[in-house]
Structures are given as structure tokens and as C-alpha cells.
């Protein structure tokens, strides 16, 4: 397990930290297609934390694409970076999640995350703020629709429907599961929303939610009961 400290010059204001927003928010890449699905490897980063012992721990955990084994897989765990603030959950989470990316052995290919990409009130989620700073083509795989409205997919598995915001569409609400409750994908940074759906589906042949945020999910909450210990 990788340990971590804030960065130097880290925001540590919500004006500060909206200030990097705006800046890094014009690099986002959304004209390139991304990986093909089911190739090469995917992987899902995710966290947990303690605040109370002021911990936040980062898994990243690497599949294979066509098959969806498991590749490899690391840890980080670092102080919480950034008070919450809807919007900006982003800044508590980067420094630790950048950490267990670059722990891993191997090269990621595409980054799966637990969150929002352009599917957010500034266009700027984590997704697309991993994608800038790595330039790996990320996506946002969202268990609920923050602020944003939608009409109600299809009930059978591949239904889609607009994840709409005033300025369009921002992301798609995705049944995974016939029946159930759909997720939400946004792009995050060098993929397609078509692409990004695409991914999700082929991460999803068994439950709700795609295998990679279910693998990072278990191990991050592994690392972090470990780490309180």
C-alpha cells in the first residue's frame, strides 16, 4: 500500500479549488473514440474514507477486458485532501486515487469511475479530472443522477435515455439489468458517450453495477479497514 501526502499548493479553499476546475476543464477531450470494448485492460479506481482518523484510502483494480479477470490491483492511503463540498468531492479524493493508479504494475487502458464525468454542475467530474491530469480516456459510471433529469430507459438491458442538463445532454441513464434501476454514464475524458455506454454494458454482464467498481469497491474497503486497524 502506496502512502500518501497532499500535494504542495494543493486548493485548500472552495474558490481556489473552483479556480482549477475552470482551468483544467478546457483540456477535456470528447472527440476521440476511446478504446474498443472488450479489449486490452479496464480498470476501476475507487475510495473509502474515515474521517473521523482523517483517511481516505484509493484501489485501483485492473481487469482484463475480454474476460474481465483480474489483472492486477493497488492501494494508496493518504489524509482527506479537501473538506466536502458537492461539486468539488473531486479534490478529496485525486491525490490518493493518482497514487494507486501509478502503483499498479501495469498500464491501466481505460479508468472506470465510481462518479461523474461531464455529468456534473461544472462539467467537471472526477472522471474528467482524472482523464486530464493522467491522459488516460476515463468514464463516469454513477449509481444515481446528481442534479440532472431524465426520462425513464426501457426496461430491458441496452435501454438508454438523456441525462439532461439546460445547456443538453450530459450523459445517459443505462439499464444494465433488465428491470432494475438504471446507472448513470458520462464521459469523462477521450471517449465517447456511445463508447462510454458500450464499456459499461460490457462491464456489466451480471449485476447492476460494472465489475470494476465492484472489485475496487471491495478492495478499497479492505485497504481501509487495514489501515484503521
Given at each position: 500500500?502506496?502512502?500518501?501526502?497532499?500535494?504542495?499548493?494543493?486548493?485548500?479553499?472552495?474558490e481556489?479549488?473552483?479556480?482549477?476546475?475552470?482551468?483544467?476543464?478546457?483540456?477535456?477531450?470528447?472527440?476521440?473514440?476511446?478504446?474498443?470494448?472488450?479489449?486490452?485492460?479496464?480498470?476501476?479506481?475507487?475510495?473509502?474514507?474515515?474521517?473521523?482518523?482523517?483517511?481516505?484510502?484509493?484501489?485501483?483494480?485492473?481487469?482484463?477486458?475480454?474476460?474481465?479477470?483480474?489483472?492486477?490491483?493497488?492501494?494508496?492511503?493518504?489524509?482527506?485532501?479537501?473538506?466536502?463540498?458537492?461539486?468539488?468531492?473531486?479534490?478529496?479524493?485525486?491525490?490518493?486515487?493518482?497514487?494507486?493508479?501509478?502503483?499498479?504494475?501495469?498500464?491501466?487502458?481505460?479508468?472506470?469511475?465510481?462518479?461523474?464525468g461531464?455529468?456534473?454542475?461544472?462539467?467537471?467530474?472526477?472522471?474528467?479530472?482524472?482523464?486530464?491530469?493522467?491522459?488516460?480516456?476515463?468514464?463516469?459510471?454513477?449509481?444515481?443522477?446528481?442534479?440532472?433529469?431524465?426520462?425513464?430507459?426501457?426496461?430491458?438491458?441496452?435501454s438508454?435515455?438523456?441525462?439532461?442538463?439546460?445547456?443538453?445532454?450530459?450523459?445517459?441513464?443505462?439499464?444494465?439489468?433488465d428491470?432494475?434501476?438504471?446507472?448513470?454514464?458520462?464521459v469523462g475524458?477521450?471517449?465517447?458517450?456511445?463508447?462510454?455506454?458500450?464499456?459499461?454494458?460490457?462491464?456489466t454482464?451480471?449485476?447492476?453495477?460494472?465489475?470494476?467498481?465492484?472489485?475496487?469497491?471491495?478492495?478499497?474497503?479492505?485497504?481501509?479497514?487495514?489501515?484503521?486497524?
Open positions: 500500500m502506496t502512502t500518501v501526502d497532499i500535494p504542495a499548493g494543493w486548493p485548500a479553499t472552495e481556489q479549488a473552483r479556480a482549477v476546475q475552470d482551468e483544467l476543464r478546457e483540456r477535456v477531450v470528447t472527440d476521440e473514440p476511446g478504446p474498443p470494448p472488450g479489449t486490452g485492460h479496464v480498470t476501476g479506481v475507487d475510495v473509502a474514507y474515515d474521517d473521523e482518523r482523517d483517511v481516505v484510502v484509493a484501489a485501483a483494480v485492473v481487469l482484463d477486458a475480454a474476460g474481465l479477470a483480474v489483472v492486477a490491483e493497488a492501494t494508496a492511503v493518504g489524509r482527506v485532501s479537501f473538506p466536502y463540498v458537492p461539486g468539488l468531492l473531486a479534490f478529496r479524493e485525486i491525490p490518493t486515487v493518482l497514487a494507486a493508479l501509478e502503483a499498479l504494475p501495469c498500464p491501466p487502458g481505460l479508468v472506470v469511475c465510481d462518479g461523474y461531464l455529468a456534473h454542475p461544472r462539467r467537471f467530474g472526477l472522471a474528467s479530472h482524472l482523464g486530464v491530469l493522467t491522459g488516460l480516456p476515463t468514464i463516469g459510471v454513477a449509481k444515481n443522477p446528481f442534479t440532472f433529469t431524465y426520462d425513464d430507459p426501457g426496461s430491458a438491458r441496452g438508454s435515455s438523456p441525462l439532461r442538463a439546460e445547456a443538453g445532454e450530459v450523459g445517459r441513464a443505462l439499464r444494465t439489468r428491470g432494475v434501476k438504471p446507472v448513470f454514464v458520462s475524458h477521450r471517449v465517447t458517450l456511445d463508447n462510454a455506454c458500450a464499456h459499461t454494458l460490457a462491464l454482464p451480471e449485476y447492476r453495477l460494472p465489475e470494476t467498481t465492484r472489485r475496487a469497491d471491495a478492495l478499497c474497503r479492505r485497504a481501509l479497514r487495514e489501515a484503521t486497524a
